[in-house]
């Protein structure tokens, strides 16, 4: 697991992405797990994004924004470098068992391209379905579990 640290709040979807305080500000914590990013590499993802593209996409955002940049502004710029990044989920599919929501599928664009991966993902804490219907759960401890190009 390889973690970057810089003082801009962001998001990152694969390992996570941790926001916590140290000493008088906020700071932001890039975690990228190993295991889980060779998911990429997957012969059903060929021709996706794949694990080396993740590593460098998070490492020059995390660059970028430890410069004070935005999130928005480290992701457009790790992109600008060959290294885009995933975009906002689309067609968002709940995985419900019993009443509980243990996970999610989404279709994410890989930033600048006309590429969809399909990701599946885990909550680390199972949610009651009838308060996942009611707030945004999007930040919510998940880990991915597969990865496929459409």
């Known amino acids: 697991m390889v973690e970057w640290y810089h003082s801009r709040g962001s998001a990152v979807n694969c390992g996570g992405n941790h926001k916590m305080q140290i000493e008088k500000g906020w700071a932001t914590r890039h975690t990228i797990n190993f295991d889980q990013a060779a998911l ?41 470098l060959g290294f885009p990044g995933l975009g906002s989920g689309s067609s968002i599919t709940a995985q419900v068992q019993g009443g509980m929501v243990i996970g999610v599928t989404a279709n994410f664009q890989l930033q600048g391209t006309s590429t969809t991966e399909r990701i599946q993902t885990r909550y680390l804490t199972p949610i009651p379905l009838s308060e996942f219907l009611k707030k945004d759960f999007s930040g919510a401890p998940a880990y991915p579990v597969d990865v496929e190009k459409k």
């Open 40 to 80: 990429f590499d997957s012969p059903k993802n060929a021709g996706g994004m794949t694990s080396a593209g993740l590593v460098g996409h998070e490492t020059l955002e995390a660059y970028d924004e430890s410069k004070g940049y935005s999130r928005d502004e480290g992701h457009n710029y790790a992109a600008s």
